[in-house]
């Protein structure tokens, strides 16, 4: 069976970017990580990983290039992850990101699953829409807004840390 894919850039402008592919079903995570770095136009050599997701596309299991674990953690790699093992008609959601210092990031879907097509080479890039950017699409986390909140802020005190005298303890204790 050929599992079709869709992959989308995620990203917060108004195009849409993404290639749909086709790949067997039997082949692995790390084949189908090089048929979408090979369909944006990436040269591969940056670490990424998997993340198997739910509807609403929450992050859950990694599923990484390689296991830097050390051996502490049962790792999932892509090259030991066979698609049908991971993904099927009730789980059909992934992320994927590329390059952790760039975070490029996409949503993987499989669209459907269909027959073999004698004489196709899979994986197969069937439909490409959109230019990627040059660079990944700026991501904006909570975290980075936690500080705009003008009802906090963790350092609004009236303790001046110059000021020892109103302080509980000798500043020449040693």
Excluded: C
């Excluded at 990983?49 to 596309?57: G, T």
């Excluded at 049962?74 to 994927?96: A, C, F, P």
Aim: avoid cysteine; charge should be negative; glycine fraction near 4%.
């Amino acid at each position: 069976m050929i599992y079709r894919f869709r992959v989308i850039l995620d990203n917060d402008t108004e195009d849409d970017i993404f290639r749909d592919i086709e790949i067997r079903e039997t082949d692995s995570l790390e084949d189908l990580h090089n048929a979408i770095t090979q369909s944006f136009g990436f040269d591969g050599l940056e670490m990424a990983s998997f993340y198997v997701s739910n509807e609403d596309w929450d992050q859950g299991e990694e599923i990484s290039m390689f296991d830097v674990s050390e051996g502490h953690n049962d790792v999932r790699t892509m090259g030991e992850t066979v698609l049908n093992t991971i993904v099927d008609q009730s789980q059909t959601k992934l992320i994927y990101i590329y390059d952790f210092l760039s975070m490029w990031t996409f949503l993987v879907e499989l669209a459907e699953i269909v027959e073999v097509i004698e004489g196709t080479d899979y994986p197969n890039l069937m439909f490409v829409h959109g230019q990627i950017p040059d660079s990944a699409p700026e991501k904006t986390f909570e975290a980075e807004n936690f500080g705009d909140d003008d009802d906090f802020n963790e350092f609004d005190d009236d303790i001046d840390v110059d000021d020892y005298s109103d302080l509980d303890f000798d500043e020449n204790w040693n």
